[in-house]
């Protein structure tokens, strides 16, 4: 087989090759010129980040023929024969499959003969971390004490799982994730070298997949070229990849932001149908959301961006976002993740979190500035209603509230709290029948459905605890358990219209609605009923006897005067 993989072909021979990682490139450099090179290196960092490929280029430069050089010539016999792997002085272990005692010892065994081809013996000392503490244990004195013609070079992907004892030993050296621009410089330098075609949107989605890693971006490269088949295309490198085009979660979060679930229920549809996998596809959405977050917060660091292309239908789209929709729909998607990885059916949370979103904005108020601009006018459309409406009464000879008497504002609102209007309630009772009445209770289910249709939810909820009392053919009297339920009622005036209108739409007839707590209803009640201009003679008997009779009266609390019937 003639053929070799895309990172093996490129793998990097000299210092300048690695890519992303200059800060440990100058160091190793530096260090090669001056000839202080260290006894025992540790080189830890992602996949595919260039730590193998480092340890042998500094096994090869301080190798050389030529040394002391900042690179090595990849021409002597040194550079080649290490390259190619022919020079037994320089030797590559892997911890993951030799991590027991005896494989340390051994080493340990062979570390004082001196090199036979070159003038350093190198170790090279992969998955460093998959060592047993035995082995750790082997390992500890040579590595602090090694001879002088020899190097240790660790390297790991969890260097936390590194004894403290080994790393104090060593040099350490990080290898940071590599950018996605400068995978996408590689890539395109390959592909030129290479003869080869391909789209820069496709080497882009690439690189992103890739996750700061150029052995998996060359690998991914490599599997999109045998896939295409004249040039690599953004297709391609999404089908290679697993990847949603960005183009599908614009439109999904286009459908999102207008609510418009049934669009978004058949995107997925299609997605799913298309073979994407669920988990893949709620990870690329949760960083489309936190990418939009990102961008609209420094639009200038385009290369903290993990997934998406800042193209135009991205940029528009996001200046229709807020950040606090954005938080929520970051929180409910994660949710939803964590929820995925329970269970046999992803679908099901995917679809349902799709409804959910397309639902948010209702739920979630928008602090925006498109959003204060519209309560502003909202608020001025009230503000000129109602001081049409004070025109009109001060036309009608009404005397407003700034002009009562002082005592007079004292009748509604003192510092006792809430107080109902005790002779209007009175003037009702006078007026109230109980036909109107049972036409209120009938119709009183109905009104409450029409509250929550008008999205008045938390309106609604102050009505469980009350109940219609009393009615005339213009006024309803609505008790409330609670003094501040019936407060917060009263005070709203979307809410007193809605009931007014409501009514009106069941009965046929416009109320005025007065509201009266539980404990002001009881008062007034009784005195009325002890009123003798408004008692007959079998009132008076009833109102008497339950002076006298604790359980009368509760009867009378629960039911109502004119339900209860008292014999001897």
């Given amino acids: 087989m003639n053929y070799q993989a895309l990172y093996r072909v490129w793998r990097p021979q000299q210092f300048i090759d690695v890519v992303g990682q200059e800060h440990i490139t100058k160091t190793l450099q530096n260090a090669l010129l001056q000839q202080k090179i260290s006894h025992a290196y540790l080189f830890s960092g992602p996949r595919g980040t260039g730590k193998t490929s480092a340890a042998k280029i500094l096994a090869k430069a301080v190798n050389c023929e030529r040394a002391p050089i900042a690179e090595p010539c990849n021409e002597c016999a040194a550079c080649k024969g290490i390259t190619d792997g022919s020079i037994p002085d320089v030797i590559e272990i892997d911890a993951a499959s030799n991590n027991g005692v005896e494989e340390i010892r051994d080493i340990r065994d062979k570390v004082k003969y001196a090199p036979s081809s070159v003038p350093y013996k190198v170790y090279i000392i992969d998955e460093v971390h998959m060592l047993s503490i035995g082995a750790f244990n082997a390992l500890l004195k040579t590595l602090e004490e090694p001879p002088k013609h020899v190097i240790f070079i660790l390297a790991t992907t969890e260097p936390h799982k590194i004894p403290l004892t080994i790393i104090s030993r060593c040099q350490r050296f990080d290898f940071r994730r590599i950018t996605a621009q400068s995978i996408v410089n590689r890539m395109r330098l390959i592909i030129q070298e290479s003869g080869l075609s391909c789209e820069e949107t496709a080497l882009q989605m690439i690189a992103r997949a890739a996750d700061g890693g150029m052995r998996d971006a ?257 006024s309803i009297i609505i008790k409330f358990k609670y003094e501040i339920h019936c407060q917060m009622a009263l005070d709203n005036v979307k809410f007193i219209e809605t009931i007014t209108n409501s009514m009106y739409q069941l009965v046929g007839k416009n109320y005025q609605v007065i509201g009266v707590p539980e404990e002001q209803w009881l008062q007034i009640r009784e005195e009325f009923l002890n009123s003798s201009h408004h008692l007959n003679s079998s009132d008076t008997e009833n109102a008497t006897q339950a002076k006298e009779e604790p359980i009368v009266e509760e009867a009378i609390k629960l039911f109502g005067e004119e339900l209860l019937e008292i014999k001897e």
Avoid at 413 to 424: I, L, S
Wanted: glycine share 4%; proline share 3%; charged share 25%.
């Fill in 218 to 474: 060359l690998s991914l490269l490599d599997q999109a070229i045998s896939y295409s088949e004249d040039t690599v295309t953004v297709e391609d490198a999404l089908t290679v990849t697993g990847a949603v085009s960005q183009g599908f979660l614009n439109k999904l979060a286009k459908a999102i932001y207008e609510k418009d679930a049934v669009l978004g229920l058949q995107s997925l549809e299609d997605l799913l149908l298309a073979g994407k996998d669920p988990s893949r596809f709620i990870e690329d959405f949760i960083f489309f959301y936190r990418d939009m977050l990102l961008y609209k917060t420094a639009p200038n660091l385009e290369e903290s961006l993990e997934r998406v292309l800042l193209d135009e239908e991205f940029k528009e789209l996001a200046e229709t976002y807020h950040n606090e929709q954005i938080y929520e729909i970051i929180n409910l998607l994660n949710k939803t993740q964590q929820d995925m990885r329970w269970t046999n059916h992803p679908r099901i949370f995917l679809e349902v979190a799709i409804v959910k979103l397309a639902q948010i904005e209702a739920e979630v108020p928008v602090r925006g500035k498109d959003s204060s601009v519209a309560e502003i006018d909202n608020l001025m459309q009230k503000i000129n209603f109602l001081e049409g409406e004070l025109s009109n009464l001060k036309q009608n000879g009404v005397v407003t509230r700034n002009e009562e008497a002082p005592s007079q504002k004292k009748i509604r609102t003192n510092r006792k709290g809430f107080q109902a209007p005790a002779g209007r309630i009175s003037e009702i009772l006078k007026a109230a029948s109980k036909p109107e009445l049972q036409t209120i209770k009938s119709n009183w289910a109905n009104m409450l459905n029409k509250l929550v249709q008008n999205q008045m939810r938390s309106q609604a909820a102050l009505l469980n605890e009350a109940e219609p009392v009393a009615a005339s053919d213009d």
